[in-house]
């Protein structure tokens, strides 16, 4: 896969077992956007470095979203790696909460240059030793979304409804009563800022990778609002009703990667117009297959509520933020978190400078530029 380099592969110590499937350039720069891509794309490189991933789904009755909404049954999937331990006074003290971004599932951190960098033996979240939890959030993955048949009547969920389902899913699910950490990237990032203010010392550590405690305003809710009227002011969407997907998702899937991708990377894959213009035919094709209006609008819609800065100083257990100089929608002028991240009590702010191994946000996907930062973290917030 091209977006391996070679000290990448080198630290993924691959052997000789299945080789990638095709997938398309741009799907390839977008493996943050698509975890059915991302499985095909793990498991034949990394999958014997790793225990056996166990999955499952944990249906709770009754389910009450903030906005009064109530679902009948709210299923949340999840993947699981290793094995829980417990301390002499029987807590769990190795679990390790693994948060996604908008658009993929849990599977989406099972991908070469993250599991496997992270999760393999040695590496600082070394399945052998950490109890990790993949959950897919609501809306996305196997958990229950609005395509599976409510389509635009299923209940607009935010990021507080989500939390509180992965919040579900760990205590009552899993029956883990303490995290060693939390980590998010993106979407995912936000959620975790959530957790260490609503529920402080649920974890030793919070690691939150591309994204601010702040309100979604400027270019990023300018993009999301981009996406968001797309979608509804297209009248093949029908209220959410269609039947066939409506022509903006093109739109929508057209503004989702011109997100995440850089100018270097896209230069790198298609270095010609022909070939610029077949990365993009071989997208599009890609994104048919993979978008549902109705479930990437509400995903992207999610954020509506999103703003924890008014309480950051709740937050009192070990974290560490980590962003990429080259975000688009977070560059170094215009981010908050060199100010926010000094009303953490044990907070650090760690940003990577632009190279030719970072991708923008996407870089939350790029274990090897940041885990050094990750293994500080667990080191300084031992309990």
């Known amino acids: 896969m091209k977006f391996l380099s070679s000290r990448l592969l080198l630290m993924l110590r691959l052997k000789n077992t299945a080789p990638f499937v095709h997938v398309p350039s741009f799907a390839i720069i977008l493996m943050t956007l698509a ?35 109530v679902l009948p049954e709210l299923r949340i999937h999840y993947r699981l790696l290793g094995q829980p331990h417990r301390n002499p006074n029987g ?15 849990g599977a989406v951190f099972l991908s070469p240059p993250f599991g496997g960098v992270l999760f393999v033996p040695g590496g600082v979240l070394d399945a052998s030793k950490y109890f990790l939890i993949l ?50 990237a993106s979407m995912g990032c936000m959620h975790t800022w959530m957790w260490g203010e609503n529920y402080p010392g649920a974890a030793d ?12 305003a400027g270019k990023n ?31 929508a899937a057209d503004l989702m990667v011109m997100l995440d991708i850089t100018p270097l990377k896209v230069l790198k894959q298609c270095q010609s117009r022909d070939a610029a213009d077949k990365c993009t035919e071989d997208y599009w094709s890609w994104a048919a297959k993979n978008f549902d209006a109705n479930d990437l609008l509400y995903a992207i819609n999610a954020s509506r509520n999103y703003d924890p800065s008014a309480d950051l100083e709740k937050i009192h257990v070990p974290l560490t933020a ?35 191994f970072t991708r923008g946000e996407g870089t939350d996907m790029l274990a090897a530029l940041w885990s050094n930062y990750l293994a500080e973290l667990l080191d300084r917030s031992q309990p």
């Open 35 to 69: 975890s059915n891509v991302v499985s095909i794309c793990a498991f034949g490189q990394i999958a014997p470095l790793l225990p056996e991933v166990r999955e499952g789904d944990y249906v709770t009755k009754d389910f009450h979203f903030k906005d009064g909404e």
């Open 322 to 356: 980590i962003d990429s100089a080259d975000d688009a929608l977070y560059p170094p002028d215009v981010n908050v978190l060199p100010t926010q991240i000094k009303r953490v009590q044990k907070g650090k702010f760690v940003m990577l400078p632009a190279s030719r």
């Open 221 to 251: 809710r300018a993009w999301r609002y981009m996406i968001i009227k797309a979608i509804t002011d297209d009248p093949g969407y029908m209220q959410g009703d269609y039947k066939t997907e409506p022509a903006s998702l093109r739109t």
């Open 135 to 184: 959950p897919d959030g609501i809306g996305h993955g196997k958990s229950s979304k609005p395509s599976d048949g409510l389509h635009s009547h299923f209940p607009k969920y935010d990021y507080d409804d989500m939390v509180a389902a992965e919040h579900m899913l760990v205590t009552d699910g899993l029956q883990v009563d303490h995290l060693r950490l939390i980590l998010g």
């Open 91 to 105: 807590h769990v003290d190795n679990a390790v909460l693994l948060l996604h971004m908008t658009g993929p599932d």
């Open 205 to 216: 550590a919070l690691a939150a990778l591309a994204c601010m405690p702040a309100q979604i």
